[in-house]
């Protein structure tokens, strides 16, 4: 079962990793935001709470999850991840759109109406 970060049921951000990867995100039956990560990264600290409140407002129709680069080196490298915090957007288990470094909510918000 996949760890979710801090907050209920429905604003459950699910930590991914190299072995539930292809299940969680590639198989979903949801558009998925999924958040490249890492601990020591300070725009990343900043992105994470705004990515949370994405996850409680789309709860059931997009899911969020989360991927610290340094966990998961192989699904970084395969995905070309340079920097983070980078987000890709995926739909039917394909790559539909990305964003690059810190953004404001409201630059994801668009990213995701587009994609649902």
Do not use: H
Not at 29 to 45: Q, Y
Not at 107 to 114: G, H, N, P, S, Y
């Amino acid at each position: 079962m996949p760890r979710a970060f801090k907050g209920d049921a429905m604003s459950a951000v699910v930590e991914v990793d190299d072995t539930n990867f292809a299940t969680e995100v590639l198989g979903s039956a949801l558009p998925v935001l999924l958040d490249f990560s890492a601990e020591w990264c300070g725009p990343c600290k900043r992105l994470e709470p705004v990515v949370r409140e994405i996850a409680g407002e789309y709860g059931g129709r997009l899911k969020v999850a989360r991927l610290d680069i340094d966990r998961a080196q192989a699904t970084a490298v395969r995905y070309g991840i340079m920097s983070v915090p980078t987000v890709l957007f995926f739909k039917e288990g394909k790559v539909r759109d990305q964003l690059m470094g810190y953004v404001p909510k409201d630059k994801l918000v668009e990213k995701i109406d587009r994609i649902l």
